[in-house]
């Protein structure tokens, strides 16, 4: 199948806004065997079991039908697909949630994880190399987690880690503030993580792990394990200990996890008991810096506890660039590699 269509059905399939989306070029919109592949594949839910919401279906298939009718030039020898325009008016006919239900509905996400540099990426394999999470985007629970939708920074730090298989491959890993879990399950499902511990300080959060791991196929505890952990609290004598004994942590990863001023000094301190269990351990953030302040109070807190920090070199490609893992771009995105000091006081 032609690129132009596999980016288009990547981006749908992670709900990305109609607005942004990469529509496929008239030439192929016209094309009978290019629409029937697009309703099979997009919109037809015996294919595809975990499709968009009708809501988001119907914002992108009306613009989709009328980019076809101004693509045909001949009416006689160019047709729109009959799927297509019967589902339009199946979506039109059903009664869609309120906006105020809508946000509070569960809403499946799948992301695309192509490999950096494949040269092979026909789009043959793409089912197999995705992940898909239960989100709800607009949901902040009652202890203002927003854990229940994945972020750009978790997208950000995603990307980097598939342009560079090696620093997960055979590895286990700890993640920090997992919210949906997408870090994890992309260690665990495409980059061969040995064992993957997925930890959030909700538990609301963490219950809601469950489900996307059951939708990868991760739900067998001899692999990933989820607990609450709060940060800032001792590790010796608790469940941490017990897990890093079996499964010592060579990687700890955590995205947006540095937003909140109050949290870092608990992070902060959560990251020494960490080195101080195995110094080392490598400590990969990744941030969108919303606010620079904040972003460098997390900074100084490594230093002042004598970590080492670098900001690793990996620059978000523009959205019209991005070939899966779509996100925005406007707000800068770092990610920060962090080593313990050769000692820690204990």
Known sequence: MDQQILLFRRQYLQLFQPDFLAWPPRQLLKDAHIQAWLYTNMFNSEKVTRLPPERYQLRVLKPLLSKIEKAIEDPEQDEISDDLMNHLS?????????????AQQKTYVTFSCV?????????SNDDDRTITILERPHLISGSLTTGFRTWEAALHLGSYLLSSTHIIRGKNVLELGAGTGFLSILCAKHLEAQYVTITDGDEGVVDALTDNLFLNGL???????????????????????????????????????????????????????LFNMKPSLRVIIS?????????????????????NVEEIQFAPKPIREQTSLFYATAVPLKILSITGP???AS
């Open 342 to 344: 050769e000692s820690i």
């Open 115 to 123: 490999l950096e540099g494949r040269s092979d990426d026909d789009g």
């Open 287 to 307: 941030g969108a810096v919303r606010n620079e302040e904040t972003f460098e109070t997390f900074r100084h807190a490594c230093l002042r506890n004598k970590f």
């Open 90 to 102: 199946s979506l039109m006919a059903a009664e869609m949630p309120s906006d105020i239900a809508a």
């Open 219 to 273: 739900d067998d505890q001899k692999r990933v394990l989820t607990s609450v952990l709060r940060w800032g609290q001792g590790l010796r004598g608790t469940w941490v200990e017990e897990d890093f004994e079996v499964w010592p942590y060579d990687v700890v990863v955590g995205a947006d996890i540095t937003y909140d001023k109050v949290a870092i000094s608990a992070l902060a301190a959560t990251l020494r008991f």
